[in-house]
């Protein structure tokens, strides 16, 4: 509970910066790292995505930036209520929570109408920015947001008293919490993890056993990862020393979800720190691993100009500039071919198993 006060202490003293202005007849503004493509940077030495020093001026009589200043404050509201409240509200019970209509009139008597947001794009990006601003994440805040991360494996854990094994759940598997940083470890006998991109393929190497043949720890987020699942990666690589290989689809978007896992998303660079993973290896699949593991051209799919442009996208990313990336991208931009995990059946149902295991042992995969 004390933690909890201390962000509240935070939160308010950021709150009663802008209100003393208001009392001293001075105009609030608010001052906020700028969370823009041209303010993120790529740290070379940490091999991460970092908020750079650029910081936005959000003034109460802009008129273009009034709109969300009085947005800023009213999730500010929200969530100091709601931690004094000792309540732990989703980022959708927010939203709800602060969507009304506010009706004024104008020096000409005409009367307006005025949402405090629209859509949830609105409130969740003032979350971001209260994030940033106050230096305090919004796990510290006790705000929740939808967690896809599950694990299965040798490990256990410790959450609300309760102990927690792993490697017990039969063909389920252990869903993380929001705030993964509140999960005690109490036992990992793992030799490494393998984070799945897609959760079909996660279920079938679970029921297959792979982790307990491999002793390892599966994990998936279903596509895209939340913060929970990178966050508690990041974890078991820094504090265990486990290493961390990651398996997508042959693809530029498979090849961006490992970026996200192992760099950093320009989003929330400001998070890298806690969420990147820089030791995760790339397993695959690659380009090359259509002609590598003779995979059928019945299971070769046609790149479309969405792949395209995407692949010419990560080239003019730094991260994706090492020899062994841009030899794979140029190579799919070649062909203009992709495949998906699925695609290694070509060798019959149990190929993916050889396949992973002839990448890790044979240090097939790409730092």
Do not use: C
Not at 42 to 54: I, Y
Not at 112 to 126: A, G, I
Request: aromatic letters at 10%; glycine letters at 4%; hydrophobic letters at 40%.
């Amino acid at each position: 509970m004390s933690g909890r006060v201390e962000i509240l202490k935070r939160l308010e003293s950021w709150g009663h910066d802008l209100a003393k202005s208001i009392l001293e007849l001075r105009e609030p503004v608010m001052e906020i790292p700028a969370r823009t493509l041209s303010n993120t940077i790529w740290d070379e030495k940490s091999k991460m995505l970092k908020l750079g020093p650029e910081k936005m001026h959000r003034r109460f009589l802009d008129v273009k930036e009034s709109r969300k200043f009085m947005q800023t404050v009213l999730m500010l509201r929200l969530i100091v209520e709601a931690i004094r409240e000792d309540v732990y509200p989703t980022i959708r019970d927010l939203y709800y929570n602060g969507k009304h209509t506010i009706v004024f009139k104008d020096p000409l008597g005409r009367v307006h109408r005025e949402n405090t947001w629209d859509e949830q794009t609105e409130s969740n990006t003032v979350i971001e920015d209260i994030e940033v601003a106050t230096n305090v994440l919004r796990e510290e805040m006790g705000i929740s947001a939808d967690v896809k991360g599950k694990i299965v494996g040798p490990i256990v854990v410790r959450s609300q008293g309760y102990e927690l094994d792993a490697s017990k759940f039969g063909e389920t598997a252990l869903s993380l919490p929001v705030n993964v940083d509140a999960l005690e470890i109490i036992k990992v006998e793992a030799a490494y993890v393998l984070v799945v991109e897609k959760d079909a393929i996660f279920q079938r190497l679970v029921r297959e056993k792979f982790w307990s043949q491999e002793n390892a720890i599966l994990v998936t987020a279903k596509g895209m990862p939340d913060r929970a699942t990178r966050r508690f990666i990041r974890r078991l690589n820094e504090e265990y020393k486990l290493p961390v290989y990651v398996l997508t689809d042959g693809d530029p978007y498979g090849w961006y979800i490992y970026s996200v896992y192992k760099s950093g998303s320009i989003k929330l660079s400001y998070e890298s720190e806690r969420l990147a993973t820089p030791n995760a290896k790339f397993l695959g699949l690659t380009a090359t691993d259509i002609d590598a593991y003779k995979i059928s051209d019945n299971y070769v799919i046609a790149a479309n100009d969405r792949d395209i442009k995407r692949a010419q996208e990560l080239l003019r990313y730094p991260w994706f500039q090492k020899p062994e990336w841009t030899k794979e991208i140029n190579l799919f931009l070649k062909k203009k071919k992709k495949v998906e995990i699925e695609a290694l059946s070509t060798h019959g149902l149990k190929f993916l198993h050889d396949y992973l295991r002839d990448k890790i042992r044979n240090q097939k995969f790409i730092d």
